[in-house]
């Protein structure tokens, strides 16, 4: 049985962690309507590559499946309304990818090398090195994304694109993006300061609406966990 409360703490610091990247998808996302221009040279990219598109506070990952194909996961809110491949293979816009988030709903898709890097530079096999292990063979690589195309489960923290790539390149799903917003977090937790605020806000939510459960309890609660976390 799931515990309630890891849930809600899970669902918390996915929330956290879109708002304080909320900027990957206001500039130099897909799905915007402006001119792209197709630079990237194809033939240096191998079946089986990782390739990354630094945005601006996340990277975005990819495996090339070669023929100018790339299998990636994108979050889309449209895949929970509609079965219309029609609609639902066009490439993901700003608002369908929010809301993916938010909705915790994706799949493992592809798209040409330009709708997937939408302009951005493309950087080649660096989890490779930074991630200090060996990756497997590049068709294997490859088959493994090509039997993960189609719907999955979409979380910030848990499963998302980076989570994706590393399981076909290295056999281990992880996402040293992910891992190292917790890491901040539990520094922030462990500020001391961060009790004194919360109380301090907590306060002020009571002066300016009133004792009432929907303010006293978070006024509490909230510092007391931060200060047994901490």
């Given at each position: 049985m799931k515990?309630?409360?890891?849930?809600?703490?899970?669902?918390?610091?996915?929330?956290?962690?879109?708002?304080?990247?909320?900027?990957?998808?206001?500039?130099?996302?897909?799905?915007?309507?402006?001119?792209?221009?197709s630079f990237h040279d194809i033939n240096s990219f191998h079946r089986g590559d990782v390739l990354e598109v630094p945005r601006t506070h996340l990277t975005h990952y990819g495996i090339y499946l070669g023929d100018n194909h790339v299998a990636h996961m994108m979050p889309d809110i449209l895949l929970a309304l509609t079965k219309d491949r029609r609609l639902t293979q066009k490439v993901v816009s700003n608002q369908r990818l929010i809301l993916g988030v938010i909705g915790r709903v994706a799949s493992i898709r592809v798209d040409t090398v330009d709708d997937f890097a939408y302009g951005a530079e493309i950087l080649v096999n660096r989890l490779d090195k930074s991630l200090k292990?060996?990756?497997?063979?590049?068709?294997?690589?490859?088959?493994?994304?090509?039997?993960?195309?189609?719907?999955?489960?979409?979380?910030?923290?848990?499963?998302?694109?980076?989570?994706?790539?590393t399981y076909?390149?290295?056999?281990?799903?992880?996402s040293p993006q992910a891992d190292?917003?917790?890491?901040?977090?539990?520094?922030?937790?462990?500020d001391q300061r961060s009790v004194l605020a919360s109380a301090l806000l907590g306060l002020a939510a009571i002066i300016c609406l009133g004792m009432a459960s929907y303010t006293t309890l978070p006024a509490i609660f909230i510092p007391f966990?931060?200060?047994?976390a901490g």
């Open positions: 515990n309630p409360m890891l849930e809600v703490a899970s669902l918390l610091l996915e929330k956290l962690l879109l708002i304080s990247n909320f900027k990957l998808f206001s500039s130099g996302a897909p799905g915007e309507d402006k001119a792209r221009s292990k060996k990756a497997l063979l590049n068709e294997e690589v490859a088959q493994r994304a090509e039997k993960m195309l189609g719907t999955t489960p979409y979380s910030l923290l848990w499963n998302n694109c980076e989570h994706f790539v076909c390149r290295f056999g281990t799903a992880v190292k917003f917790c890491e901040n977090l539990k520094i922030i937790i462990r966990c931060l200060w047994m």
